[in-house]
């Protein structure tokens, strides 16, 4: 191991640390599942709900969101466990089934 | 170079049998596409031992093998985004003949999760998943320096096969 190995690691954590610490974390206002890049349900976070989409079961409450059951193989998107951060989301790849905690002001949709 | 055959394809079934000891002891990660990425160390040795050309063959066969074997086609895009900017990043890094297998493997770690977070944004078209960029980079960089160290121990049985 040399010095340049140190610094290298060094600098790579530290910009992950500042790159952590600057984003932004607020409560979100709803939230969103998209499957395969459409918004297909979403749910005012301060609520209680649940919703089932291509077998991956997303549960809202206590302003958290979770996904509670999922069909894939890997099983990340239950592992990732409770989210309550704007801007925070679970995605499950395999399902292509993604859980996005938004902030008050999003557009509900962009069309191109 | 005689013999290159033969070791790149050792160092294939180094790395699959990585991947899959990886996949049988370690739970589910809380973000997609982490790993732990030991089978990173074939790339590595096949880098230090071999060159940026075998290399390259090397971690294209064990990403599409290690897929087939126990992913999917899905997980097959990410990975092999993955591993080749990690090639890429640790073929670079070596040139520069400054840093050791462990600051060369700690670089393609995080390239390797930049580039599935990369992936996984234009995929899942959810820009959201930038909250995981600073999880993913520092656990990129620790898993490539524990792949760094574990390299060494592989560098010395492989290197003396070579001379006999």
């Known amino acids: 191991m040399k010095k340049a190995d140190v610094l290298l690691v060094g600098v790579l954590l530290i910009a992950a640390a500042a790159l952590y610490l600057a984003a932004p ?5 709803r939230v969103a599942v998209y499957h395969g890049g459409n918004l297909v349900w979403t ?5 209680e709900g649940e919703c089932t989409v291509s077998g991956v079961r997303v549960v809202v409450s206590g302003g958290e969101a979770y996904v509670a059951q999922s069909p894939c193989p890997d099983g990340c998107c239950m592992a990732a466990g409770r989210i309550s951060a704007q801007g925070r989301s679970i995605v499950c790849l395999p399902m292509e089934v993604s859980v996005v905690l938004e902030g008050p002001g999003q557009l509900d949709a962009v069309v191109y | 170079m005689k013999g290159n055959l033969t070791r790149a394809g050792l160092l ?12 049988l002891i370690l739970p589910p990660m809380p973000v997609p596409g982490a790993k732990v990425g030991l089978a990173n160390v074939a790339t590595l040795a096949a880098l230090y031992l071999m060159g940026p050309g075998p290399a390259a063959m090397v971690t294209v066969a064990r990403v599409l093998l290690a897929n087939a074997l126990f992913g999917s086609l899905a997980s097959c895009v990410y990975a092999l985004a993955g591993g080749v900017c990690a090639w890429g990043a640790m073929a670079l890094l070596k040139r520069v003949e ?9 670089a393609g770690g995080c390239a390797h999760n930049l580039a599935q977070l990369a992936m996984a944004a234009i995929l899942a078209r959810t820009p959201g998943l930038a909250g995981y960029l600073p999880v993913l980079m520092a656990a990129g960089t620790l898993a490539g320096a524990v792949t760094g160290i574990a390299f060494r121990p592989l560098a010395r049985i492989l290197g003396k096969k070579q001379n006999s």
């Open chain 1, 25 to 29: 974390r607020r409560p979100a206002a």
């Open chain 1, 43 to 47: 749910c005012p976070a301060a609520e």
């Open chain 2, 12 to 23: 294939t079934a180094v790395g699959l049998i990585a991947a899959w000891l990886e996949s």
């Open chain 2, 98 to 106: 400054r840093f050791s297998p462990v600051g060369v493997s700690a």
